[in-house]
């Protein structure tokens, strides 16, 4: 089953940074072909999504309020993956992070209506 998985998750002091990716494991899916999406989830609270990027032929993206000016998202089609650079973390930045395909970028960040499933996530920890 191709399904989009995340990686680059880690422990990192405030004000560090860290770059996420979200690759396809399998073939067939061309990422560009799609919004992507970033989201994140703190146990006890709701998914939201941090950054969404347009699909390939324009990539224009939208950030979350808290995002903007912290949080980068972009493609590299040749690898067919999407990245977030995170930097000037903080550490209510702490929480699992996930990527998922969408329709579109809507604003503040979310991609929909969502295709697939939600993969395992990436741990993201700010911590002194």
């Known amino acids: 089953q191709v399904q989009l998985v995340e990686s680059g998750g880690g422990s990192v002091q405030p004000g560090g940074s860290l770059r996420l990716s979200c690759a396809v494991s399998?073939?067939?899916?061309?990422?560009?072909?799609?919004?992507v999406g970033w989201f994140r989830q703190v146990p006890g609270k709701e998914r939201e999504g941090v950054a969404c990027?347009?699909?390939?032929?324009?990539?224009?993206?939208h950030y979350e309020d808290s995002a903007k000016a912290r949080f980068t998202i972009s493609r590299d089609n040749a690898k067919n993956t999407v990245y977030l650079e995170m930097s000037n973390l903080k550490p209510e930045d702490t929480a699992v992070y996930y990527c998922?395909?969408?329709?579109?970028?809507?604003?503040?960040?979310?991609?929909?209506?969502?295709?697939?499933?939600w993969g395992q996530g990436t741990q993201v920890t700010i911590s002194s």
């Open positions: 998922r395909r969408g329709l579109e970028c809507r604003p503040g960040g979310q991609a929909g209506p969502l295709f697939g499933s």
């Open positions: 399998g073939s067939g899916m061309l990422l560009d072909r799609y919004a």
């Open positions: 990027i347009s699909t390939g032929a324009t990539s224009n993206t």
